[in-house]
């Protein structure tokens, strides 16, 4: 199927490629006419001094963005074109020059400013003719000339199959230094793909699946939005000729309906904020045909409200709360459907109020919100920057994390990260792929109030990588939301994130970390330290043979092994209501001074003194024990257990029971169970001079670092 056969003529950006169901559509700017556009470029300006009529859409648009903007470059730009590419013709049979000003068409119509236009006209002059970069530099200056260099394909002759993932990976690069390289890249993909109709459908199928697994991402994270959903619609109609045909059946027969729900609520909404004296435009915005197919997968049957929603634009952020305020309620809103992408705008730049409401027939009607700045950005992305190297506003703070320059948000630091250490091309393609898939982001909190941004998915392994690179080796656990866990854990967005790093440089990553991995920077580092050390790569990996013989000495036993003391207190002084009897501590929950107690008598007449919320307590009142009172004497020293967690590391024992040591506690016994996902439980039974000394033996136990948990052993019901 001809790809252009899908959107007939190409509205202004605002409703490119969507459909328009009945009282809804606008007169838009047709497409460019190649023919029309192909015989001025041959004919050429009339005079030096003025513009190439060829060129004059371009200009249209352009001023309609940048009243002031020279025009100058632009006449250079084209004239060198025009030259260079005369005598040279596209597939479909147009002149080739038609081309390059079909793109910078595109971009003058998002707003782009002059440079980029300038080098959008050349964009394909090195890669396809005589002209060489050093001519752009010395004609355009430097910045032109990287642009175009940016955008220029590598030759197939030297690279072979490995010249399209490393096109894509030069031009990734270059786009981290100046993201209008990508700009001219989708804008030039956007043409190709309106005129691959004169392909063979092998080579438009393998084009499509290209942009639909690179470009339409890249668009969507650079928040170009007009330029993503054409993409989107005309790749469906390559790849799923069928659901597309069927789409359009759909939209059509929505077109025909004598009634439009959205025109009627439209009215409303114009209505209540015209009472409420809130200077509003409202559109309909109908839906592209791809968001058509979505809904009706998700929905079923698609009612007249569902092939649009309204947009409200103001002029003001503080009329976007207005609005809603006024919609929810004068109409009747579903709050679930609320969103608010201003206060915390989404990772491509986008910011607009997301509501929905509800008519008497049920049908729900979506309403986006947004000032006019917010909406040139909703559909341009980093195009409508205008020149995004200028000078940042005074009121714009550092403090704003990676939005405050939005030429380099965060997911394009981590690719450029990630695809530095990826061995080759192919790698390299397949992981870009797999890493532009994940279409949602995250945003993560570190405890010192800074942001790690991170997809969907992502874990605390990914967090580690992100937030420190190939230092994250060293990373031993993590606490989110101030709870103890796992490096598996999945995140979710507004998370908080505190990172636990091992002071040993010998601490290792381990091969389990891969299956927590989902960013490729994480993947990439981790199986590059493995294969560096092929030895040391089986988990646990961070035990050293000086802490499996530490651990040797202690004489684990086994894990399901009640922790009982090996005999009686002879600390702490415990009075019975039972004159005579001998008082014993019990292991299995250790009482210390000022816990509350109570005692059983057993056999021989001994009376054995638990915690209250023991389990052996209850077990015992159940087994018709006689239950004897128990209070503290006077006497201060005590024995206790206490379980430590943490994180395998060389040395670990011996620091715990040294800091045990300098606080006075004496080791009666100890276990250490085996290692599980690099963590480990020790529990110890200590006896103290002093049951006061106890929050302090806790805290430097705390202290010694990979422990993150010291508690007081849960009470046992065994060995009463």
């Not at 920057?385 to 939005?406: I, T």
Request: aromatic share 4%.
């Amino acid at each position: 199927m001809n790809a252009e056969a899908v959107n007939p003529a190409t509205p202004s950006p605002a409703t490119s490629g969507h459909a328009t169901p009945a009282g809804a559509r606008k007169k838009a700017r047709p497409r460019l006419d190649l023919r029309r556009l192909g015989r001025a470029a041959l004919l050429g300006p009339a005079s030096r001094d003025r513009l190439p009529d060829a060129i004059g859409h371009v200009v249209d648009a352009h001023r309609a963005h940048h009243p002031d903007a020279v025009l100058e470059p632009l006449r250079q730009a084209y004239l060198l074109a025009e030259s260079s590419h005369r005598g040279q013709m596209r597939k479909s049979g147009e002149p080739y020059i038609t081309h390059p000003l079909a793109v910078t068409l595109i971009l003058a119509e998002l707003g782009a400013e002059t440079t980029t236009l300038t080098a959008s006209l050349l964009h394909d002059t090195v890669e396809d003719t005589e002209v060489t970069l050093d001519q752009v530099r010395e004609q355009f200056g430097e910045e032109v000339g990287y642009i175009v260099d940016g955008v220029t394909k590598l030759e197939k002759v030297d690279y072979g199959a490995a010249a399209e993932p490393e096109t894509f990976r030069k031009m990734l690069v270059a786009t981290g230094n100046d993201v209008r390289v990508m700009s001219i890249k989708l804008a030039d993909r956007l043409h190709n793909m309106r005129t691959l109709g004169v392909m063979r459908p092998a080579k438009q199928e393998r084009i499509a699946k290209v942009t639909r697994d690179v470009l339409i991402p890249l668009a969507e994270r650079l928040g170009v939005q007009a330029l993503k959903t054409e993409l989107e619609d005309l790749v469906f109609a390559i790849l799923h000729p069928e659901e597309n045909e069927h789409t359009r059946e759909l939209i059509l027969r929505n077109a025909s309906r004598p009634d439009d729900p959205l025109a009627e609520v439209a009215d409303e909404v114009r209505a209540v904020l015209r009472e409420a004296d809130i200077p509003a435009e409202v559109r309909i915005r109908p839906r592209h045909f791809v968001s058509v197919h979505r809904v009706s997968r998700k929905r079923g049957p698609l009612r007249g409200a569902d092939f649009g929603r309204l947009l409200v634009l103001v002029n003001e952020d503080a009329d976007c709360y207005g609005v809603l305020g006024e919609l929810h309620t004068c109409l009747t809103p579903v709050v679930s459907e609320f969103k608010d992408f201003i206060a915390v705008p989404k990772y491509n730049l986008y910011q607009s109020l997301h509501t929905a409401v509800a008519r008497d027939d049920g049908q729900v009607v979506e309403v986006l919100i947004r000032t006019h700045q917010m909406h040139k950005v909703a559909e341009a992305g980093v195009v409508a920057l205008g020149n995004p190297y200028a000078a940042p506003a005074e009121e714009q703070s550092a403090s704003d994390g990676e939005r405050v320059d939005p030429t380099r948000p965060g997911w394009l630091s981590r690719l450029l990260e990630w695809q530095r250490g990826a061995p080759d091309p192919a790698t390299f393609w397949s992981t870009l792929r797999e890493d532009l898939a994940q279409d949602r982001e995250i945003t993560v909190f570190r405890p010192d109030g800074g942001t790690i941004g991170l997809p969907d998915g992502a874990t605390c392994v990914d967090a580690a990588y992100a937030q420190y690179g190939e230092d994250a080796h060293a990373c031993i656990g993590a606490r989110v939301n101030g709870r103890l866990a796992t490096l598996s854990t999945t995140l979710r967005d507004g998370d908080t994130v505190q990172l636990l790093m091992g002071q040993d440089p010998a601490s290792e990553p381990s091969r389990q970390w891969l299956e927590h991995a989902h960013t490729p920077a994480a993947r990439i580092a981790i199986q590059r330290w493995l294969t560096a050390h092929p030895e040391r790569s089986d988990p646990p990996a961070a035990r050293s043979e000086e802490a499996r013989s530490e651990e040797a000495r202690w004489a684990p036993r086994p894990a399901d092994e009640p922790a009982v003391a090996p005999g009686p207190s002879t600390g702490a002084q415990v009075l019975a209501d039972r004159p005579g009897a001998t008082v014993r501590l019990a292991g299995c929950c250790t009482p210390v001074p000022d816990d509350e107690v109570t005692g059983f008598a057993v056999r021989g007449g001994a009376v054995t003194v638990h915690r209250v919320e023991c389990a052996a307590v209850a077990r015992m009142k159940n087994a018709g024990r006689a239950e004897v009172g128990v209070h503290w004497g006077e006497g201060a020293e005590c024995r206790v257990t206490l379980v430590a967690e943490s994180f395998v590391r060389p040395h670990l024992l011996a620091d715990l029971t040294e800091a045990m040591a300098l606080e006075g506690a004496e080791i009666v016994s100890a276990t250490v169970e085996p290692p599980t996902q690099q963590q480990v439980r020790h529990t110890y039974t200590v006896q103290l001079p002093d049951a006061a000394h106890l929050p302090a033996l806790m805290r430097a136990m705390r202290n010694v670092a990979g422990v993150y948990d010291v508690s007081r052993a849960k009470p046992q019901p065994q060995g009463a």
